[in-house]
C-alpha cells in the first residue's frame, strides 16, 4: 500500500510539472505528456527509488532520475511529437523533475524503504548483541623450544 501511495504521489506531481513544461511551455499534446509521465514514473520509480536510494545516497539517486527522466523525455517526446528539438524541452523537464525527486526521495526513504525494512526485520529480535574477539599474548608459535620462558 505505501508503494501504490508513493507512485500516486510521484505521477500527480510529475503529471503537473511536465504539463506546466512540455505542455504549456512547449505546446505539447496532452495526451503525449500524459504517456510520457506514465513510463517515466513507473521505470523511475523501479529503477531510482527501490533500486538506487537505498544503496546509495539521496544526491546520487536524484541525480540519476534527473538523468533517466532527461532520456525518457528526450526519446518518447522525439517520437511522440512531430518537429522540432527535444533536447531544450527534455533539459529544463529534466531540471525540475530532479529539484522535486530531490524531496520526493526523502519522503520514499522514510515513509516506505524504512518501513519495508522494519517490518522485514520485525521477526528478528537481535537484542543488543556485542561480539568481541578473543586475543591472547601467544600470537604466534614457538620456533624452537630454546625460545619458551
Do not use: C
Request: net charge neutral; glycine share 6%.
Amino acid at each position: 500500500m505505501k508503494h501504490i501511495k508513493a507512485l500516486i504521489i510521484k505521477f500527480i506531481a510529475s503529471l503537473a510539472i511536465l504539463y506546466i513544461v512540455l505542455g504549456v511551455g512547449y505546446d505539447m499534446a496532452f495526451r503525449n505528456v500524459f504517456m510520457i509521465t506514465l513510463v517515466l514514473g513507473i521505470i523511475s520509480y523501479i529503477i531510482g527509488d527501490l533500486l538506487i536510494l537505498p544503496k546509495t545516497n539521496n544526491t546520487i539517486a536524484t541525480i540519476a532520475d534527473a538523468v533517466l527522466a532527461f532520456v525518457i523525455i528526450w526519446y518518447m517526446g522525439s517520437k511522440l511529437t512531430y518537429g522540432g528539438s527535444m533536447f531544450k524541452p527534455a533539459l529544463i523537464s529534466a531540471i525540475v523533475l530532479g529539484v522535486f525527486e530531490y524531496f520526493f526521495h526523502k519522503y520514499v526513504y522514510n515513509h516506505v524503504i524504512n518501513h519495508t525494512q522494519e517490518e522485514r526485520s520485525e521477526g528478528i529480535n537481535s537484542g543488543n548483541l556485542r561480539y568481541q574477539t578473543e586475543a591472547s599474548e601467544e600470537l604466534t608459535p614457538y620456533k624452537n623450544d630454546n625460545d619458551k620462558k
